[in-house]
């Protein structure tokens, strides 16, 4: 069990490289669209799985968010250069960047033992939810040609970005006055 746990974590770094290839070739976004859509699952049940029969360890609970964040990254990054999307590219880079910055942070955290600080908050989840969704909705978009879609994930991403940002926030505040 322990196996297919990691299989899953590890699975969702694999499919981001894939997944960014596939958007780079034409006529494979329903490719890309279900192995998103994979990826997310995968998410859920690893997690779930760990928990359940509690084989939660630090190094899953390390690497979790990070392949969350390889996929979100690798697939904002694709779809930007897919689109020519300035809105998609700028916000993808503002979500990296306060992802890079919070790491940051969670290593000086851990250095000065307050991990509480920058422990995931039910608005981080909200955050990532939304950026799942609005990639979801992109993917959607190119796979059937629904352009409108396109507009709508556009808000979506700087909703996302605006949330994000919000958030980074938050965990540096509570980091420099804890």
Same mark, same amino acid.
């Given at each position: ?5 990691? $299989?899953? *974590?590890?699975? =969702?770094?694999?499919?981001? #490289? ?19 859509? $994979? ?71 851990? =250095? ?7 422990? #995931?908050? $039910? ?5 990532? *939810? ?12 190119? *796979? $059937? ?12 991403? #700087? ?12 965990? *540096? ?6």
């Amino acid at each position: 069990m322990y196996f297919l746990i990691n $299989f899953l *974590t590890i699975s =969702r770094i694999i499919l981001a #490289v894939v997944i960014f290839i596939l958007l780079s070739l034409p006529d494979k976004y329903l490719y890309a669209l279900l192995l998103f859509i $994979f990826a997310g699952i995968s998410d859920y049940f690893d997690g779930y799985l760990a928990r359940k029969h509690g084989m939660t360890s630090d190094i899953g609970e390390i690497l979790d968010p990070i392949a969350d964040k390889i996929l979100i990254s690798f697939v904002l990054i694709g779809l930007a250069l897919n689109l020519s999307s300035y809105i998609l590219g700028f916000s993808a880079a503002i979500i990296i960047s306060r992802e890079i910055w919070i790491s940051g942070l969670r290593d000086l955290n851990s =250095r000065k033992n307050n991990i509480d600080a920058t422990k #995931v908050t $039910f608005l981080a989840k909200i955050k990532t *939810t939304i950026q799942l969704f609005t990639i979801f909705m992109y993917l959607v978009a190119l *796979t $059937f040609e629904v352009m409108i879609l396109i507009v709508i994930s556009d808000i979506l991403i #700087v909703i996302a970005m605006l949330i994000t940002v919000y958030t980074g926030y938050i965990y *540096t505040i509570n980091s420099v006055y804890e």
